[in-house]
C-alpha cells in the first residue's frame, strides 16, 4: 500500500503545517506554519520526526484520514475523542495499515495536531509546506479524497517527545490569561482597559489575526493624528494592532508582514501558541510581560 | 542617516524608526551587512526597520547597542550602496481611475502619465502581498490617499498609486490603490528564484507601451 494518508473529512478546516517561511518578510511572505508551534514540535518528537516536518493542523475536529501504509502517528493540541486506534494523546500510536483515525470534536481548546512518522511530503513552496491562508502559498486547505504523501523527516525512533506534559496541559479554561510585552506605539493609548478588562474572542478570529470584543481603546490626547497618519510599520505574529475602531487584533501566523494599525503590544511566543487553543466567544485577560532585548531608548535626538 | 529611535516589540524583536524615508534602506544594509548570527531577519518598511532576533541567543540584552552602533558607524561613514540593474516594466495607461487623478491633480492625462514614468523609483520595502513592492520617488503632486472602501478585485499587474507610493498588484485582489495602468510583467513567480522580481532596494523604472 502506498506510503500516503488519504483525508475522507476534515472538519471545519484542516491545513497541512510546519514551521512557516520565516525570513521571507522582506518579499511579502508571511511567516505562515503551525498556529500552536509547540504543539506540532511536540507531535513531530513524538513520532521521531525532525521538529520542523510538516502535520496537520486541525480545528475544532472533524478531521477523518485514512492511512493508506502501516504508520507511527501522534496526536497532540486540543484532545479530541478519537477514535480507529484505542492509544490516546499526546503518545505515538503504532498504526496498522488501512487504519481509519477519526477525530471528533474537542471539550475544551480550538487546534490539535497529526504528526506522521517520515512528516507529511506535499510539495514545500519557498521551503515550507505550511498553508497561508491569506496568500494561497502552500498546499490547498484539506478536502476529502486529498491524498497526502508521507516522507522521510526523521530523526530518531519514535520516543517519548520528552515532556509531554508540559505545555499542552496548558489548554485554555474560562478565562485564559495572556503575557503581553510592550510594542512601538504602546504610548499612544490609555491602555488601562487593556490590561483591565475580560476581552472576548469575535467568531471572525482565523488564522490572520483573534479580533477582540471588549471596551474599545481611546488614544491619548493629542495622538489621533499620529495614528490616523501612521505609514505602514513590519507587523509579526502575536502583534496586538489597534484599528480604528478600537477594538485590538492578535496576528496570526497568516497575517500581512506590514500594516497601517499601531502596535501596542506583541504577545510572547510562548503565549502565541496558548492563543492559537482559545475558541471564539471565551474570554482572554493580559498581564504585562517583561520585554526582551531593551525597552525604549533615546537613540540619536530627532 | 539623521535620527533614529529604537522602539520596543515584544520579547525578541526591536523596532528602529527613522527621521525619514530615505533613511529606511540606508539602515536596513547597514544592520544586514554585518551578517550579525542573533539577527533573525530586518524587515523594512515606510519609515521603520524591524530587527527580529534571535530569542534564545545569550546576548540578546546586547543587541540594541549593537543596532546602535551599526546605525552610527552607517551614519559617519554612508557607503555607496551598490545599485542594482533596474527593472524595467512596460505600462499600458488605461487605469480606471487615471481620468479622476488627473482631475483631482489638475493635471492633464498626459502628464499625469509622463510624472508617472519619468522617475527611477526604489523598492523601499515589500508587504500586503507577495512580491507587493512599495516604490518610493512618486512625484509629489500624484499623492492622493487611497480608495475610501476598496474595491473588491484589482487585476494581477495593475500599476497603482496610494499617499507617497506606487507599485504593482502581483495578483488579482482586493485593493484601495488608485488604478493608472497595467503591466504583463509576472511580480511574483514561484518557478524563479528568488521569485520576487521586486525586492527591496530594486531600482524601477516604468515605460509608457
Given at each position: 500500500m502506498a506510503a500516503m494518508i488519504e483525508v475522507l473529512a476534515s472538519g471545519p478546516l484542516a491545513t497541512v503545517q510546519d514551521l512557516?517561511?520565516?525570513?521571507?518578510a522582506e518579499l511579502g511572505v508571511s511567516r505562515s506554519g503551525a498556529a500552536d508551534r509547540a504543539a506540532l514540535r511536540l507531535a513531530n518528537r513524538l513520532v521521531g520526526n525532525d521538529e520542523s516536518a510538516a502535520g496537520v493542523e486541525i480545528t475544532l475536529g472533524g478531521l477523518v484520514v485514512r492511512l493508506g501504509t502501516a504508520a507511527t502517528v501522534a496526536c497532540t493540541g486540543a484532545r479530541c475523542p478519537l477514535s480507529g486506534h484505542s492509544g490516546g494523546w499526546n503518545a505515538a500510536l503504532s498504526c496498522p495499515a488501512g487504519t481509519v483515525l477519526a477525530f471528533g470534536s474537542p471539550?475544551?481548546?480550538l487546534r490539535s495536531y497529526l504528526a506522521v512518522r517520515g512528516g507529511l511530503a506535499v510539495p514545500a513552496v519557498l521551503g515550507s509546506r505550511a498553508t497561508?491562508?491569506?496568500?494561497?502559498?502552500?498546499?490547498?486547505?484539506l478536502a476529502p479524497g486529498h491524498r497526502l504523501p508521507l516522507g522521510?523527516?526523521?530523526?530518531?525512533?519514535?520516543?517519548?517527545?520528552?515532556?509531554?506534559?508540559?505545555?499542552?496541559?496548558r489548554l485554555p479554561s474560562d478565562v485564559t490569561t495572556l503575557r503581553l510585552a510592550a510594542g512601538?506605539?504602546?504610548?499612544?493609548?490609555?491602555l488601562a482597559p487593556l490590561h483591565e478588562a475580560a476581552w472576548q474572542v469575535l467568531p471572525d478570529s482565523d488564522r490572520i489575526g483573534t479580533r477582540l470584543a471588549g471596551p474599545a481603546l481611546r488614544a491619548r490626547p493629542g495622538f489621533g493624528r499620529r495614528i490616523a497618519e501612521l505609514p505602514s510599520e513590519p507587523t509579526l505574529p502575536g502583534a496586538v494592532q489597534v484599528p480604528p475602531d478600537g477594538r485590538p487584533i492578535v496576528l496570526g501566523?497568516?497575517?500581512?508582514?506590514?500594516?497601517g494599525y499601531p502596535v501596542v503590544g506583541v504577545l510572547p511566543a510562548a503565549d502565541l501558541d496558548l492563543l492559537a487553543q482559545v475558541r471564539p466567544g471565551a474570554v482572554l485577560r493580559f498581564v504585562s510581560a517583561p520585554i526582551g532585548p531593551r525597552s525604549a531608548t533615546a537613540g540619536r535626538p530627532r | 542617516m539623521t535620527g533614529w529611535r529604537l522602539l520596543p516589540y515584544g520579547q525578541s524583536a526591536v523596532l528602529v524608526e527613522l527621521a525619514?524615508?530615505?533613511d529606511v534602506l540606508p539602515a536596513r544594509n547597514a544592520l544586514l551587512a554585518?551578517?550579525?548570527?542573533?539577527?533573525r531577519a530586518v524587515v523594512p518598511a515606510a519609515r521603520t526597520v524591524l530587527v527580529l532576533l534571535?530569542?534564545?541567543?545569550?546576548?540578546i540584552a546586547e543587541l540594541p547597542s549593537w543596532i546602535e552602533r551599526c546605525l552610527s558607524a552607517a551614519s559617519a561613514a554612508p557607503t555607496a550602496a551598490d545599485r542594482p540593474e533596474p527593472v524595467h516594466l512596460a505600462v499600458?495607461?488605461?487605469?480606471?481611475?487615471l481620468e479622476s487623478v488627473a482631475q483631482r491633480c489638475g493635471l492633464p492625462v498626459a502628464e499625469v502619465i509622463r510624472r508617472h514614468s519619468e522617475p527611477e523609483y526604489t523598492v523601499q520595502f515589500c508587504g500586503?502581498?507577495?512580491?507587493f513592492g512599495y516604490l518610493s520617488?512618486?512625484?509629489?503632486?500624484l499623492r492622493l490617499p487611497r480608495l475610501a472602501s476598496p474595491r473588491p478585485a484589482v487585476p494581477a499587474g495593475s500599476v497603482a498609486i496610494a499617499g507617497e507610493f506606487t507599485g504593482v498588484y502581483p495578483r488579482s485582489s482586493p485593493g484601495g490603490w488608485l488604478l493608472l495602468g497595467r503591466t504583463d510583467?509576472?511580480?511574483?513567480?514561484?518557478?524563479?528564484?528568488?521569485?520576487?522580481?521586486?525586492?527591496?532596494g530594486t531600482p524601477v523604472r516604468l515605460h509608457p507601451a
Open positions: 512557516g517561511r520565516p525570513g521571507l471539550a475544551t481548546g497561508d491562508t491569506l496568500s494561497g502559498l502552500g498546499p490547498a486547505v522521510t523527516a526523521t530523526a530518531g525512533p519514535p520516543g517519548t517527545g520528552g515532556d509531554a506534559g508540559d505545555t499542552r496541559d512601538p506605539r504602546a504610548d499612544w493609548f490609555s501566523p497568516d497575517a500581512p508582514v506590514t500594516g | 525619514r524615508p530615505a554585518p551578517g550579525h548570527p542573533a539577527v534571535d530569542p534564545d541567543t545569550p546576548a499600458r495607461y488605461d487605469g480606471a481611475d500586503f502581498a507577495p512580491g520617488g512618486l512625484d509629489p503632486a510583467a509576472v511580480l511574483f513567480d514561484l518557478d524563479r528564484q528568488p521569485p520576487a522580481l521586486l525586492r527591496p
